[in-house]
């Protein structure tokens, strides 16, 4: 008998994980893949970190959280800023005065601020009430047709106009000469890649793979007093109310015969014919070096391709509309009767949660559940 079965070696299952082990407590850990770590995994390929779930940046504003996983990894200096090609225009991202340059050819924050307003004015968008309205009131028309929609509608596999609005929020707009994609005070890639830092936080757990909870949830939950559930919740209730809508992500990976393909670790592709949204190169993750140091003669690249998720799919973006809010409401009140459960995560609280976020969120938990 353990004290917590967490189902799910991702990134909140592991911080739980290790906190109720500092705690005494008896804990078990158990995934269905073959892996630790969730999406943030990484597989060493030809010298590479790859991030085989998608790109995964560090970056928080959190003191807290930010001491919290340096104990677990050492951070590199990347600062993610990402480049936008428009068949074949590059931008930079976020938005800020180089974007505003070479869409405009103005020079000065004034000229760009001015320019920004006309397009908002002659939108005539008081009060934005979706994704569409809020881009072209924060960037303005141009903006939004070239490095927005496009991008938006393949990932998210809807018309911007049916899109909530904070998504666009998460990025910056800046009337400064600043590439950082990110607001965040602490930024950067665990040296050696994620999987080590998330094998650090389990050192010393007991950790079975290949261990699917609800294919046999009666017997696993004989085997402890709480359970600690990262799953998807419309899942874990065998989709009786109905299913949440995810985003899925495919990916191609490739590895290339030459130093240096695109430049850059992401390059968003923002037009709406290109089928992929971005290509991530892994080795700029990582300044193009091996771990001792050396420049890598090759290189490995993944074109990320955005769909609908369907049962038997890795499930990766909830899908924050208001429809998807009102049934994970539900599924949130059968949760709330589930005296030995615990959901959280990602995927357990159906909410598009940061790295960061998922960790200040589990060792709050902790903090109510361990005291
Ligand atoms: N986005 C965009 N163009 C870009 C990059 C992002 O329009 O080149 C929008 C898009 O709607 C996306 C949102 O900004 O869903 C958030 O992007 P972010 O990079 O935060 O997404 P993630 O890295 O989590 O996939």
């Known amino acids: 008998m353990y004290d917590y079965l967490i189902v799910g ?12 082990k500092r705690a005494g407590k008896s804990v078990l850990v158990i995934d269905k893949r073959p892996h630790i770590a969730g999406n943030v995994y990484t597989e060493k390929v030809e010298g590479i970190n790859v991030h085989k779930y998608g790109a995964h940046i560090f970056h928080t504003n959190n003191k807290k959280v930010w001491d919290y996983i340096t104990r677990f990894a050492t951070f590199n200096r990347f600062t993610n800023s990402p480049v936008a090609n ?30 920004i307003e006309e397009q908002r004015q002659a939108a005539g ?3 934005p009430s979706n994704l569409e309205e809020q881009a072209i009131s924060l960037v303005g028309t141009d903006i939004y047709e070239k490095l ?17 609005a904070f998504i666009i929020k998460r990025l910056p707009v800046r009337l400064t000469f600043d590439n950082n994609y990110f607001n965040a005070l602490y930024q950067g890639i665990p040296v050696g ?8 936080l389990l050192d010393g757990i007991e950790v079975r793979l290949n261990e699917d909870y609800l294919e046999k949830k009666e017997q696993y939950d004989a085997m402890a007093e709480k359970v600690i559930y990262t799953g998807a919740i419309d899942a ?19 590895t290339l015969d030459k130093p240096n393909f695109q430049g850059n670790a992401a390059v968003n592709y923002t037009d709406v014919e290109t089928p992929w949204t971005r290509i991530i190169e892994h080795k700029w993750f990582e300044f193009g070096k ?16 955005s769909s609908e998720w369907k049962p ?31 959901f959280g995560g990602r995927l357990g609280e159906y909410k598009y949660y940061d790295m960061d976020a998922v960790i200040a969120s589990a060792l709050d938990m902790c903090e109510r559940e361990l005291a």
């Open 9 to 20: 070696a991702g990134l909140y299952g592991a911080v739980f994980a290790q906190e109720a």
């Open 86 to 115: 428009y068949h074949g225009e590059l931008y930079s991202l976020p938005f800020n005065m180089y974007t505003f340059n070479r869409m405009w050819g103005v020079v000065t924050p004034e000229e760009a601020a001015a320019k």
């Open 125 to 127: 968008i008081t009060e």
């Open 148 to 164: 927005i929609k496009g991008y938006t509608e393949k990932q998210w596999g809807r018309p911007c106009t049916e899109l909530p």
């Open 193 to 200: 890649g994620y999987t080590k830092m998330v094998a650090n």
């Open 236 to 254: 874990y209730f065998d989709y009786k109310l109905g299913t949440l809508e995810y985003r899925s992500v495919r990916f191609e990976n490739e």
């Open 290 to 305: 091996d771990e001792e140091g050396n420049d890598l003669p090759i290189t490995v690249i993944s074109r990320e391709y």
């Open 312 to 342: 038997g799919d890795e499930p990766y973006y909830p899908v924050n509309d208001e429809k998807n809010g009102v049934l994970y409401g539900q599924y949130k009140e059968l949760a709330e009767k589930e005296p030995k459960v615990i």
